[in-house]
């Protein structure tokens, strides 16, 4: 890659990362291909291609391209362990003198010209900045995020803001983009290509079981589909679980004495530390997004490694962890969104069952899905029963626990030969996207009024969010943040953001305190 970087244009460099990509054993596919060439075109491009399918290879070229043209380039991940693995591999490619990284806790390199952050950093810049925000190239990784209803915004306001930059949009679950393809290409002028479908390079087997699930495991294991993951609503559950596995015999004396070379002196703590060491030790791991990130890394070194034959978690893995897995066990059809317990859409589902299969190590990837307990137990009682149609007849079927909906095979069968929905958008005005705003040199109205109205949201809601936004201005007047001309302040400490959860909390209080004492 090094032979690459030097001042050139997009056309030239295009046919030299080709090459370099087929000496490295990554010859291009046609969608990565047809991607590439709209990039250097310089166009925006929609890519919507499988799991597995090398999108992140498309980022790189255009980050090479970007940098030949010495155009900033931002890449944003929806967490902070995705950001931090994209640094780090960003880092091998282009150096680590030209690559930073920004999570909002912390910042490394922060004026590099290629930039890793979350999707909120790039949005808080862009409010605050518009489009007189230094970036020429924005790669998005899981772009179905658009879709989320807390965290949308931040996957659509650098698409209104920053009309100077060219856009990558990634994910394998995005659905029909027309509609956004069309607004970018109104707000910044540049042709938006939508390179989509495709042959997953490693396909896909779906099977819906009624087996226990350790049964369902030891089945997976002597067939040699391991690693398997198993996804669960809940980290408890998650963890739950692990311990509940550790009466399988997953690896052999060999094997653990390997995982225990490869942890070495790795220093586990009291707690959850120490019931990880046996997990790890007994060939299973547990991930999820609540454990300390070394935790996590270790997991994924080790599954990386070959060590690990289990690894049970929640939904992390479905936002591009590379970790290999060869099997994706499903626990459960139904999950809790935050509100209330509902089945998975077709886009949650394809997210998860889409980590199956490895590229370049896997010729098909397993997803397995197994029926809720009742049904299970159901089951079971009707084998005990065989034939007899006295016992068959005294048999009272267990039903689903209420409140939670219930899942079937023709659940499975719908979610699992869907398409994923169209994205719709999540757009909201909130205390801290004014405050950001207010820091534009052209004032804070007529900048806000363009961002709630030329959002892909429905005329009714813009016009309410208008009104939000009004109510919200006061507050922050009323709390001596802004002042009456609208602007910040200018004794308000230089690191003061609303961005945290309590922030309106404390807002209200700063109102209730006595300015003079």
């Excluded at 370099?20 to 990565?32: D, E, H, T």
């Excluded at 208008?466 to 308000?492: K, M, P, T």
Aim: one cysteine or more.
């Amino acid at each position: 890659m090094a032979d690459l970087l030097s001042p050139r244009e997009p056309e030239e460099l295009l046919e030299q990362f080709a090459a370099w990509a087929a000496q490295g054993g990554r010859p291009l596919y046609p969608a990565q291909e047809d991607a590439l060439l709209e990039l250097a075109a310089g166009s925006h491009a929609i890519v919507g291609t499988p799991t597995g399918s090398g999108k992140s290879l498309i980022a790189v070229g255009a980050t090479l391209f970007a940098l030949g043209q010495g155009r900033r380039t931002f890449y944003t991940a929806p967490i902070k362990a995705l950001v931090s693995e994209k640094f780090f591999d960003l880092c091998d490619l282009f150096g680590a003198d030209r690559v930073g990284m920004l999570t909002g806790d912390a910042a490394v390199n922060a004026d590099a010209p290629i930039i890793c952050a979350t999707a909120e950093v790039l949005a808080n810049l862009a409010l605050r900045e518009g489009a007189d925000t230094d970036v020429g190239l924005v790669c998005m990784d899981e772009f179905h995020y658009y879709g989320d209803r807390d965290r949308g915004w931040a996957w659509q306001v650098p698409l209104i803001e920053l009309t100077g930059a060219q856009f990558l949009l990634m994910s394998a679950t995005l659905g029909d983009t027309t509609r956004i393809a069309a607004d970018l290409t109104r707000r910044t002028g540049r042709p938006a290509a939508v390179v989509a479908g495709g042959e997953r390079p490693v396909p896909l087997e779906f099977e819906y079981v009624t087996t226990p699930i350790h049964q369902t495991v030891e089945v997976l294991l002597n067939q040699g589909k391991a690693p398997v993951y198993i996804v669960h609503p809940t980290q408890a559950g998650a963890l739950e679980r692990a311990q509940a596995l550790m009466s399988l015999n997953v690896c052999t004396r060999e094997e653990k004495r390997a995982i225990a070379e490869q942890i070495g002196g790795f220093r586990f703590t009291a707690g959850f530390g120490r019931t990880l060491s046996r997990l790890v030790r007994h060939g299973i791991g547990v991930h999820h997004a609540g454990m300390l990130p070394r935790y996590r890394r270790l997991v994924e070194q080790l599954t990386r490694a070959g060590l690990l034959k289990v690894v049970c978690g929640t939904d992390t893995l479905g936002v591009g962890i590379n970790v290999p897995i060869r099997s994706v066990l499903i626990t459960s059809l139904v999950k809790f969104d935050g509100r209330r317990m509902r089945v998975l859409r077709a886009r949650e589902f394809h997210q998860i069952a889409g980590r199956a299969g490895r590229p370049g190590f896997d010729t098909c990837g397993y997803v397995v899905v197994q029926a809720p307990e009742h049904e299970i137990e159901n089951e079971r009682l009707l084998a005990k029963a065989g034939d007899d149609p006295k016992k068959l007849r005294r048999i009272t079927r267990k039903k689903a626990p209420e409140g939670i909906p219930n899942w079937n095979r023709s659940t499975f069968d719908k979610v699992a030969s869907a398409q994923p929905e169209i994205l719709e958008s999540r757009f909201d005005v909130n205390h801290a996207m004014v405050f950001n705003v207010a820091h534009r040199a052209e004032g804070l109205e007529s900048a806000l009024l363009h961002l709630l109205t030329d959002n892909d949201e429905q005329p009714a809601e813009q016009e309410a969010m208008v009104e939000r936004a009004a109510a919200i201005q006061e507050s922050l007047v009323a709390a001596g943040v802004l002042g009456h001309d609208l602007r910040v302040v200018d004794d308000l400490q230089a690191d003061f953001a609303l961005n945290q959860p309590l922030s309106t909390f404390a807002l209200a209080a700063i109102e209730l305190l006595d300015r003079e004492s």
